[in-house]
């Protein structure tokens, strides 16, 4: 790799788990930070990008592979590396200075020195006048920029970000990106690198040269980005909306199989595959919404998005359970109702449910493993534990948990069969269909 000042070669990272078999958090990630750009890594939470920050700092080493440092262009070979918190942590029982003045105690600098820089990081990051607030008179703007003062000040040639404007309101992290983003583009910080962790698309676009787009379960890198549009980025540009659109659609169809190829139409699915989370409810809902004006059938992913407000995350899932169920496809950033979809939207309650339970048995492989087993048992019954044992055999228990949820509710729903919650069993709704 060209100068990278730090790349992460095949690392993966497996954690320790109470019972049964390990975790594997993050598989074979290569990466590289070059001089002179900011690497968006963009992926949903559980995903891994914490940890891999931790392996990039040097705060864990991971189970396998290499974090590689280059000493070219770092004067004393020694590269620096400071990070920045979600959460800010700070000490509430030291002032702003004091707070800052920490990043630099770990180094030994003498105290005269520490002030003065300390005085300057929190000048040049707009906390002037703030030196002897205590955290708690500040506000999260305020906070997280003590935060970066605390990271800054230490000089680092490379930067960790770990979701840093995620705590805060939407203005705030506005303003604090653009004073970032200025301090890094007038190189008024001596910065070579940054590494940007977040789950929000937009954010990505606008602060990255590169964006690596994660996957989950276990985490590794799907596919890499360039972003080469000016600065100050227009959002509203065409260029910068069709980059939010390309990473949409990545993030909708990469995320039931990671790791497979980023095929907009996906291949069908397998019984241990990860499925979303939410209910039927939600699922005719977005239908719903989508079939009605001003969407006609179809909707721009990002729009979409703004319009349901309920967080990028959550729609994702919404318009991933409906893109295995078939009620819509997803391309080129905009998700589409299929001719079942609209059947369904235009359907009666009776009418929606035998819709649902076809589409389930057709493309919800556990659920028609489900209705199966139940079909071929004396008594038409089984323990839930029948099925949870089987998936953890393939997926890790929160994983299994979760796709025997969304079948559970999804089966009732459809009457395809019933389950108890007391007995935990599952019972066929109608044993002679
Ligand atoms: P993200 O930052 O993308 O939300 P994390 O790196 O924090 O993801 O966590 C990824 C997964 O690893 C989660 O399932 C989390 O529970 C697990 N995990 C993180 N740290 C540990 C640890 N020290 N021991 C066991 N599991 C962990
Ligand atoms: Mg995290």
């Known amino acids: 790799m060209e100068n990278a000042l730090l790349s992460l070669d095949h690392v993966s ?67 620096s590396i400071a990070m920045v918190f979600q959460t800010f942590a700070l000490f509430p029982w030291l002032t702003v200075l004091e707070n800052v003045e920490l990043g630099l105690e770990a180094l030994g600098v003498p105290s005269k020195e520490m002030r003065k820089r300390a005085l300057a990081a929190i000048d040049l990051i707009g906390l002037d006048g703030y030196e002897s607030a205590f955290p708690r008179e500040l506000s999260g703007g305020m906070k997280q920029r003590v935060g970066f003062a605390r990271a800054l000040v230490v000089n680092p040639q490379i930067l960790l970000m770990d979701e840093p404007f995620s705590a805060l309101d939407v203005l705030t992290a506005e303003t604090l990106k653009t004073d970032f983003l200025d301090l890094w583009l007038e190189h008024k910080v001596p910065l070579k690198s940054v590494l940007l962790v977040t789950h929000n698309i937009e954010e990505a676009v606008v602060m990255s040269d590169r964006i690596l787009v994660f996957a989950s379960n276990p985490g590794r ?179 299994a948990e979760e796709a025997l949820s969304a079948v559970t509710s999804w089966g009732r729903y459809a009457e395809l069969f019933a389950y108890d919650d007391n007995a935990e069993t599952y019972s066929l709704e109608n044993p002679s269909a």
């Open 13 to 79: 990272q497996m954690f320790k788990r109470s019972e049964g078999r390990d975790l594997k958090v993050l598989d074979d990630v290569n990466l590289s930070l070059k001089e002179g750009e900011i690497v968006g890594l963009l992926g949903k939470s559980g995903s891994g990008k914490s940890t891999l920050l931790r392996i990039v700092a040097g705060l864990i080493a991971p189970s396998s592979g290499s974090v590689v440092h280059s000493s070219a262009g770092v004067a004393d070979g020694q590269l």
């Open 221 to 399: 890198i799907l596919s890499e980005i360039k972003v080469d549009l000016p600065h100050p980025r227009d959002r509203q540009s065409m260029a910068f909306r069709i980059m939010v659109d390309q990473i949409y659609t990545l993030m909708t169809s990469g995320m039931a199989k990671p790791g497979a190829a980023i095929a907009e139409k996906s291949a069908e699915g397998t019984l241990y595959d990860k499925l979303p989370r939410v209910s039927p409810n939600q699922i005719s809902g977005l239908v719903e919404a989508l079939a009605e004006a001003p969407y006609h059938g179809q909707a721009d992913l990002p729009a979409l998005d703004q319009a349901l407000g309920l967080g990028t995350e959550d729609v994702l899932h919404l318009v991933e359970a409906l893109r295995m169920l078939k009620f819509a496809e997803v391309s080129s950033g905009d998700v589409k109702l299929t001719a079942a979809g609209k059947m369904f939207a235009d359907a009666g309650t009776q009418k929606r449910k035998m819709i649902f339970a076809e589409h389930l048995i057709q493309s919800i492989p556990l659920a028609a493993f489900v209705y199966r087993v139940l079909q071929s048992r004396p008594g038409h019954h089984a323990p839930r534990i029948r099925f949870m044992t089987q998936l953890e055999d393939h997926m890790a228990e929160e994983d």
